[in-house]
């Protein structure tokens, strides 16, 4: 078992949630509920990784706060 972090943005244009996972090409999907996401996602990376591992091209590490005057 395998485990990814996704990154999760809700489109205030379409109401959608967009799901990526950062450094995974190709690793990307969308839907209407978190749950969908989730489902949607999962099956994303199975299938990209029917072409084997891929190699990562980056690491989620992480959010910062950046204040602005």
């Known amino acids: 078992m395998r485990s990814y972090t ?16 950062p450094g995974f090409p190709g690793a990307h999907t969308q839907a209407e509920t978190l749950d969908e996401l ?3 996602l999962r099956e994303v990376v199975e299938m990209l ?5 891929p190699e990562l091209e980056a ?6 706060n950046v204040l602005v005057a």
């Open 6 to 21: 996704a990154i999760v943005e809700k489109c205030y244009d379409t109401g959608l949630y967009v799901g990526f996972i």
């Open 38 to 40: 989730n489902k949607n």
């Open 49 to 53: 990784l029917e072409d084997g591992e």
């Open 59 to 64: 690491e989620f590490v992480g959010t910062q």
